[in-house]
Structure formats: C-alpha cells, structure tokens
C-alpha cells in the first residue's frame, strides 16, 4: 500500500491565483482531514470528511474547499489564494471501527503565495 | 472548549537518558483520546503512541512511554535511552470525544516541543 498521497510536494502561486491540492488514500479509510501547519506551530483542521459525499468544516475553513466523491480521494481547493494561506497542507486519513486507531498523515504540501 | 497545551517550546538531552516531554489537556469530556506523534526535519507526521481516558494503565510502546495523569489532566511522553534519531518535533494531540452522531475522530494538536539530543 502507498498509504496517503499528496500532490504536489511543493508550490509557489501568485496572490489571487487558485489551485487544487490533491489527496488520495489507498487502504479504504472512511475519514479523511486536511490539515495547516503554520511555522513553529501545531496543526490546525481545515476540513474533514466521514465517507463519500460527507464533508464538513474544521477550525480555520476560511478560503477553502473541500469535495469526497469517491472514498480514495479527497482534494482541497484554494479559490482566491492570499499569502495568510502559505502553510505546509497535510492530508490524513484514519479505519471506521475503533477510536483507538490513529490518523495516517501524507508526506504534506509545501506551499507558498507571494 | 477543548485544548492541547505544550509549555516547552525546545529541549535538550544527551544521547542515553531519558526525557519527558510535558503535555496538559483541557476538557469536559469523560471519553477521549491522547495521542503523540513525531515529526523529524524531513516533515513527516508519525505515530508514537495513544491513551485512551478510560485506560488504566499507562500506555507503552518500545522506548515511548506515556505518564498519563487524569485528574491533572496531563499526558507526558516519556522517550527513554534517548537516540540522536529521536531529535525532532513532538506534538500532543487529543481525539475529541464521542457525540451523539459518533465520532469524526478530529485531533487538536498543542504548538510543539522541538527535542534536540546531543551526543
């Protein structure tokens, strides 16, 4: 299994340009998050989601958008990107069934808005 | 509202002791979940070890230990025989507890402890 999958590693955009940073998941998880890491500080939830077409708000929502049509994937997008956004993006996801078992994070997205 | 507090922001400790990394939790809930994770320089997000509220005894895995005291509302990890691998960043985290619905399983996460092992 190659766990979770962020794409890309990496991105520079402008102020006011819009892109899609891409999750997927191969070990059938039903919850899936997105998180920011902001420097020298912890993560913070974005958005989350329980299964296919169920998504909701996380703590810092603003300026984001989520989508879970299938159960592997679950991308977010940025529509209006400020430099307050340049963070690095981790996607995690985590088995239904027992509370005990932990969130898989992926390798994150490093992303920077000038 | 529910809260994740790491009061040292970096620490040292020499190659072969043992060091114990603070972390108190705010909450009301009866049912809830603590977690640490690991996160070396080359970014990584990785799972060192869980407590649940209603577990007895502490929880352990390998060197990692977590000193759980419930009625402080603390949760330190304790890394013993310290490894120049093991300098990283430390996060605590807490699952929140269970609402009617069931759980969405988010995590909190507290600010961090940056651990420098020194040979």
């Known amino acids: 299994n190659a766990g979770v999958t962020q794409t890309p590693k990496f991105r520079i955009l402008k102020i006011g340009q819009s892109m899609t940073l891409q999750c997927t998941q191969d070990?059938?998880?039903?919850?899936m998050y997105w998180y920011r890491q902001d420097p020298g500080m912890g993560l913070k939830l974005i958005y989350y989601?329980?299964?296919?077409?169920?998504?909701d708000k996380g703590e810092v929502p603003n300026g984001y958008n989520v989508s879970r049509s299938t159960t592997e994937d679950f991308p977010l997008r940025l529509e209006l990107a400020a430099p307050s956004q340049t963070s690095v993006y981790f996607c995690?996801?985590?088995?239904?069934?027992?509370?005990?078992?932990?969130?898989?994070f992926g390798p994150g997205t490093r992303l920077t808005v000038l | 509202a529910q809260k994740i507090t790491q009061t040292q922001p970096g620490m040292f400790v020499q190659e072969k002791e043992a060091v114990t990394l603070d972390c108190t939790y705010d909450t009301s809930d009866q049912s809830y979940g603590l977690f640490w994770y690991k996160q070396p320089s080359s970014g990584e997000m990785i799972f060192l070890i869980y407590q649940g509220s209603y577990d007895e005894q502490n929880a352990t895995e390998g060197r990692y230990s977590l000193n759980f005291q419930k009625a402080r509302k603390s949760a330190n990890l304790v890394i013993s025989a310290s490894q120049l691998g093991d300098s990283a960043m430390y996060f605590c985290a807490m699952r929140e507890a269970l609402s009617y619905g069931g759980a969405t399983n988010k995590l909190i996460f507290g600010t961090g402890t940056l651990l420098a092992v020194q040979p």
């Open positions: 989601s329980v299964g296919a077409g169920i998504t």
């Open positions: 995690a996801s985590k088995m239904r069934g027992s509370s005990y078992n932990e969130q898989f």
């Open positions: 070990m059938n998880h039903n919850y």
